[in-house]
């Protein structure tokens, strides 16, 4: 069964880092594009990071760029995303997510509705 599982979520203050990864079962995850997500209350689930399966190379919003950082190790068959000075309006459920081919094409940055094999989500909280 082809699944992802999204784990490292929680509570931190404001400042804080957690580092969330996304480890996928029943399929390799070495060529595929994987894209990080996160949802607010009463928001639109937001693509916030995103890395190839091809040459590796990574794509960030402005929102978390510089702070948050998209990695894979295919041996582990993971991909993590290390956030860092995390602030309150960092407070969602995030995401894992497979596309079949890259994250963008042209101008447009595939989103939500692009990607496939999504995992169940992780809470983060940031929060003093």
């Known amino acids: 069964q082809v699944q992802l599982v999204e784990s490292g979520g929680g509570l931190v203050q404001p400042g804080g880092s957690l580092r969330l990864s996304c480890v996928a079962s029943?399929?390799?995850?070495?060529?595929?594009?994987v894209g990080w997500f996160r949802q607010g209350p009463g928001n639109q689930r937001e693509r916030i990071s995103c890395?190839?399966?091809?040459?590796?190379?990574?794509r960030y919003v402005d929102s978390v760029k510089g702070r948050f950082i998209i990695s894979r190790d295919n041996a582990e068959n993971t991909v993590y995303l290390q956030m860092n000075s995390l602030k309150p309006e960092d407070t969602a459920v995030y995401y894992c997510?497979?596309?079949?081919?890259?994250?963008?094409?042209?101008?447009?940055?595939?989103?939500?509705?692009?990607?496939?094999?999504w995992g169940q989500g992780v809470q983060v909280t940031v929060s003093s």
């Open positions: 997510a497979t596309h079949p081919h890259e994250c963008y094409s042209g101008d447009y940055e595939y989103t939500a509705a692009d990607f496939r094999s």
């Open positions: 029943g399929f390799s995850l070495t060529h595929y594009v």
């Open positions: 890395i190839s399966g091809y040459d590796g190379s990574t």
